[in-house]
């Protein structure tokens, strides 16, 4: 009965739900996963890069997780042509606040514009609404440490620890489970690990296909953003597998 | 064509030198924001601008378009850096700030620049003067702008020589700012100097006559 009312964003169904939206989420839980989890001294971020195909020419090492500014990161799950759009208008914005108020752009100003343009797709214009959920990873002066979701519909908020894309309730079960608010950089790394593995199939994990990211603060206590090297990242996955023992 | 471009240019006055030497470079301004010709309202105005570790940009001309078009560089670099992920070339940032200047074409901003820089890799000396509508010429040697040109040419010409190393450049490019905007009322009031290698970038204030 449903299907009257869902080839066109801009309109209700009769349950009260656009189901334009609704389907654009439901196509991000088959994209690549990403976990991020806030500590006290840092946030760390696991993204899976999806490889579609053995025949891809270089290791792509951009694809899930983009920085935005000197202390923004943003991290996509979804249909990456979408997400370049959102990316791109994301960073201008940043550029736009920093010329204008010569300061750096404070993370929920940016989440809340390019949510804005997202709730805009389900409004307005009967095209189709991003495909695309977007953490945020900051580091302000003000908040500290911060991590903020936006999915398709436009809407946000700030969490403690997120996943999007695939596996993502069961992931979150386990991260609602075992995150604790005085986790350690450390400890994060070791959950966002062990949550990716337990609902996966084992032989497919490589290391090979995970983006990393860690947002600390440096000697200077400005925002430092590093990728784990690739040892760092089969250890975390050997010490995590929970398949290992057998 | 553009009658007001000389007024405007002075309006504010200030002075702006580089010069190259074995591999480094070297950039200096004055520190004078004035009005108008005869008052001086600060002594602490640097015409220098940081835009990479071995990239600077110095500017002259109407204070209000320095300051403007440095942060509008600023804002392109940050996106260019986003995007490529890797640091501006000089001679790309030349590039950049030339076609940002041609866009203003009938209404310019007032400004003439220097791009002070090494390249990357090589650590070879990089010098480019930009006009106002973004006209670019790269130097060898030296570049001057500012409501001193003349006596900064007249200054670097003999005193300039090929591969000086860091220290004697910071000597010849201080003496021949000094002594270029001692001989012109609407620059000095202090001088600051940036010395560009490899390793370091060295920044230092030099004791001017406050006049």
Not at chain 1, 142 to 150: A, I, N, Q, R, V
Not at chain 2, 22 to 47: E, H, N, W
Not at chain 2, 146 to 173: H, I, R
Not at chain 2, 195 to 208: G, H, N, S, W, Y
């Amino acid at each position: 009965m449903s299907r009257r009312y869902d080839s066109r964003t801009t309109i209700f169904s009769p349950e009260g739900r656009i189901h334009q939206v609704e389907y654009a989420i439901e196509a991000i839980n088959h994209a690549g996963t990403v976990i991020a989890i806030n500590s006290k001294n840092g946030i760390f971020i696991l993204a899976e890069a999806k490889r579609p195909s053995a025949l891809i020419a270089d290791k792509v090492d951009n694809e899930k997780i983009y920085k935005l500014s000197g202390c923004m990161v943003g991290c996509v799950a979804g249909i990456t042509a979408d997400a370049n759009i959102l990316i791109n208008y994301a960073r201008n914005q940043v550029q736009n606040h920093l010329q204008a108020f010569n300061e750096p752009a404070p993370v929920e100003k940016i989440v809340r514009q390019v949510a804005n343009v997202k709730q805009n797709y389900t409004q307005y214009g009967g095209l189709r609404p991003f495909g695309v959920s977007i953490v945020y990873a900051a580091f302000s002066r003000e908040g500290g440490f911060k991590l903020y979701h936006s999915d398709p519909s436009g809407n946000y908020a700030s969490w403690k620890s997120i996943c999007i894309g695939a596996n993502s309730s069961s992931i979150i079960g386990t991260l609602k489970e075992k995150w604790t608010p005085d986790i350690d950089l450390t400890g994060a790394k070791n959950l966002a690990f062990e949550a990716y593995c337990k609902p996966c199939d084992v032989q497919s994990i490589s290391s090979k296909n995970f983006e990393t990211m860690v947002l600390t603060l440096d000697s200077d206590d400005k925002p430092l953003f590093q990728a784990l090297g690739t040892d760092e990242v089969e250890n975390l996955l050997k010490e995590n597998n929970p398949i290992k023992a057998s | 064509m553009n009658g007001d471009a000389d007024k405007l240019l002075a309006y504010n006055g200030g002075a702006v030198v580089a010069m190259a030497g074995k591999q480094c470079v070297a950039l200096a301004s004055d520190m004078r924001f004035g009005r108008d010709q005869f008052q001086t309202v600060s002594s602490q105005f640097p015409k220098l601008y940081c835009l990479g570790p071995r990239l600077y940009l110095g500017l002259t001309g109407l204070i209000s378009d320095i300051q403007t078009v440095s942060e509008t560089m600023q804002y392109h670099v940050n996106l260019y850096e986003l995007n490529e992920r890797r640091q501006v070339k000089p001679h790309v940032f030349t590039s950049m700030l030339s076609n940002h200047l041609y866009a203003k074409r009938f209404g310019p901003f007032y400004v003439e620049s220097i791009v002070a820089g090494l390249q990357p890799k090589t650590y070879e000396p990089y010098l480019a003067s930009l006009d106002i509508l973004g006209g670019t010429t790269v130097s060898k040697n030296f570049s001057v702008t500012g409501t001193c040109k003349a006596q900064l040419y007249g200054m670097c010409e003999p005193l300039w020589k090929t591969d000086l190393d860091s220290m004697n450049l910071f000597e010849v490019l201080s003496q021949a700012l000094l002594n270029a905007v001692d001989r012109d009322a609407l620059s000095g009031w202090g001088a600051t100097v940036c010395i560009i290698e490899p390793d370091r970038v060295t920044l230092r204030t030099l004791k001017a006559r406050m006049d």
